[in-house]
């Protein structure tokens, strides 16, 4: 089993930045893709971004690409996601998943492991 603590949401402006962070215990041996979801109030969970486990193969969704960065520490068990330039429309509930496998994918099926997830409210 894979447990999964996100950490690093909060209230910021528009323009403005924050990094969530992702931390890894229990099984993380053979967990080589991580990801970020998003689910903002009354809509679907969607896909943010992805990678593998030596970063060599990111991911991004359209609505965040040049503004967000995926990375992962491994020596920490540890994913991060610095988000810049926010906007309210990025103001969601974001959730870090893992998979065990080696294609890092938007497909939330795919994931195995989530964490409970972290509020992110971007004012106007």
């Known amino acids: 089993q894979v447990h999964l603590v996100e950490s690093g949401g909060g209230l910021v402006q528009a323009g403005g930045s924050l990094r969530l962070s992702c931390a890894a215990s229990?099984?993380?041996?053979?967990?080589?893709?991580m990801g970020w979801f998003r689910q903002a109030p009354g809509k679907e969970r969607d896909f943010v971004a992805s990678?593998?486990?030596?970063?060599?193969?990111?991911i991004y969704s359209s609505s965040v690409k040049g503004r967000f960065t995926i990375s992962r520490d491994n020596a920490k068990n540890t994913l991060y996601l610095k988000m810049n330039s926010l906007k309210p429309d990025d103001t969601a509930v974001y959730y870090c998943?893992?998979?065990?496998?080696?294609?890092?994918?938007?497909?939330?099926?795919?994931?195995?492991?989530w964490g409970q997830g972290t509020l992110v409210t971007v004012s106007s």
């Open positions: 998943a893992a998979r065990i496998g080696m294609v890092a994918t938007p497909d939330a099926h795919e994931y195995e492991y």
């Open positions: 229990g099984a993380t041996f053979g967990v080589d893709v």
């Open positions: 990678n593998n486990w030596n970063n060599s193969l990111t």
